[in-house]
């Protein structure tokens, strides 16, 4: 079975302060997409990024980065210089190609002022 | 990416009665996907929606509460019925975008039964 596991269910920093934001995988699989996802308060949800098992090279778009690594199971978000506005929730989420995303329970990041 | 309209976007309902949840994509889709969203949890996997054939629904959910109805390759109708307060969710549709662009979710529909 499938699992996505996001340990951190509340983060707060300080604007400027990095960030990193956890999700460990399961899988059986040997061909996975892994997702991360931002809600914000509007309830919309923002794709961010989608990554193949295949491909383990970090991953940079301006502020942010992440990092996989199959021997840990792990994809972790990375947001350097949080703002005001990257207040939300964030989902990591596994699937096999065209089948439906399984999502972690998600982690709310407050940035205060 | 995709586009998707949900409609409604949000409804208070009265309980015992059903509301029903439109899906149109500006693009031919052969899957589509309903989730539910309970507050403040994370996105649930109702049912998976082929074109010409019934839903796959996953466990914990019914077609008799959550009947699926998918007319063509752009559009589709989650119904929730005989709706209690446990039913106050957002419910969400989603499509597997080609590309990189991973999954696109509607807007959603915000349920409120009282």
């Known amino acids: 079975a499938q699992k996505v596991t996001q340990a951190q269910t509340e983060i707060s920093v300080v604007e400027k302060e990095d960030v990193t934001l956890d999700c460990v995988y399961e899988t059986r699989d040997t061909t996975y997409y892994l997702f991360w996802y931002k809600q914000p308060p509007s309830g919309e949800l923002v794709f961010l990024i989608r990554?193949?098992?295949?491909?383990?090279q970090n991953e940079i778009s301006g502020r942010y980065s992440w990092n996989f690594q199959k021997s840990t199971s792990s994809f972790n978000f990375t947001i350097t210089a949080s703002q005001v506005v990257d207040s939300a929730v964030y989902f990591c989420?596994?699937?096999?190609?065209?089948?439906?995303?399984?999502f972690g329970k998600g982690t709310t990041l407050s940035v205060s002022s | 990416s995709a586009v998707i309209s949900q409609k409604p976007s949000r409804d208070i309902c009265q309980r015992g009665t059903s509301l029903t949840i439109q899906c149109q994509v500006d693009s031919q889709v052969t899957m589509m996907f309903w989730y539910r969203q309970q507050p403040g949890q994370s996105l649930t996997l109702i049912a998976t929606?082929?074109?010409?054939?019934?839903?796959?629904?996953e466990s914990g959910f019914v077609i008799d509460k959550f009947p699926i109805s998918r007319p063509n390759l752009t559009f589709s109708t989650l119904t929730v019925s005989n709706m209690s307060p446990e039913d106050s969710s957002i419910y969400l549709c989603?499509?597997?975008?080609?590309?990189?662009?991973?999954?696109?979710f509607g807007s959603g529909t915000r349920l409120t039964v009282v």
């Open positions: 989420a596994l699937n096999q190609a065209g089948t439906a995303l399984i």
């Open positions: 929606a082929n074109q010409g054939s019934e839903a796959t629904y």
């Open positions: 990554r193949n098992s295949f491909d383990e």
């Open positions: 989603s499509v597997a975008d080609r590309g990189d662009y991973g999954y696109t």
